[in-house]
């Protein structure tokens, strides 16, 4: 019987017989605004497995380091185990959700750069935005942890826009964690549409979780449809 560590909106972690390394198993379960809506997506979880690993592997060999070991089941990944800092790094290249809301542009205009925002990872406090300055006092980074994060952030942005334009999915916005595994900074969490913003560059429509916080509809459909589209693979 494995050993259950954590259990979170969207995975389950337990531990392996390895001490470095954890299993992650991905629920169905779906969630918004920090919980308050509830549902769930039939195969979310097989999607979401299958999509971080395709995206992790693609990170990997341009060099990004992360936690990623390999999938074990259509559910179920092998991570190293990660001390996850309490920071949430978010990366925006259109304006949408939040930010279009706090700077009073409109949904789908294009920044001129990339926008990098901290969050301090606090479901009470609803994950306020911070800076520099607010994860030195509340001792969550040091300067070169908050330099290193916002480097692999725009890293990873650039990898997954170049890639996606193939693919005609234009990236929006995105949400990464990182943790500290012997002494290394690693991206760790998952890459899928349910930490992504992705619309089909040519129609505009949504292919990620705005679809179920919208209750746009059609959710499962968009997941699949990003899986088709990075991978080939149908479910």
Same mark, same amino acid.
């Given at each position: 019987m494995k050993e259950a560590l954590y259990e979170g909106k969207a995975k389950k972690v337990y531990a392996t017989d390895n001490p470095d390394e954890y299993l992650v198993y991905y629920k169905?379960?779906?969630?918004?605004?920090?919980?308050?809506?509830?549902?769930?997506?039939?195969?979310?979880?097989?999607?979401?497995?299958?999509?971080?690993?395709?995206?992790?592997?693609?990170?990997?060999?341009?060099?990004?380091?992360?936690?990623?070991?390999?999938?074990?089941?259509?559910r179920e990944m092998l991570v190293k185990k990660l001390t996850i800092l309490q920071i949430e790094v978010v990366v *925006?290249?259109?304006?949408?959700?939040?930010?279009? =809301?706090?700077?009073?542009?409109?949904?789908? %205009?294009? /920044?001129?750069?990339?926008v990098v925002e901290f969050y301090y990872k606090d479901d009470e406090l609803g994950d306020p935005l911070i800076n520099y300055y607010h994860a030195r006092a509340l001792n969550l980074a040091t300067d070169e942890e908050m330099k290193a994060l916002e480097h692999w952030g725009l890293k990873i942005n650039e990898v997954l826009t170049n890639f996606l334009k193939d693919k005609k999915v234009e990236l929006i916005d995105f949400k990464l964690e990182f943790g500290i595994h012997n002494g290394q900074l690693l991206l760790g969490d998952e890459i899928s549409p349910d930490t992504c *913003?992705?619309?089909?560059?040519?129609?505009?429509? =949504?292919?990620?979780?705005?679809?179920?916080? %919208?209750? /746009?509809?059609?959710?499962?459909a968009a997941y699949k449809e990003i899986l088709r589209r990075l991978t080939g693979e149908v479910i």
């Open positions: 169905d379960d779906a969630t918004a605004f920090n919980g308050v809506k509830k549902g769930t997506i039939e195969s979310k979880g097989v999607l979401n497995n299958k999509i971080s690993a395709f995206f992790f592997d693609l990170l990997t060999k341009h060099g990004v380091p992360n936690h990623f070991v390999r999938l074990v089941s259509d *925006r290249n259109i304006a949408a959700g939040s930010l279009a =809301k706090r700077i009073g542009w409109e949904e789908g %205009r294009k /920044l001129p750069v990339p *913003r992705f619309w089909d560059s040519e129609t505009g429509q =949504k292919l990620d979780k705005d679809r179920f916080r %919208r209750d /746009l509809g059609d959710v499962e």
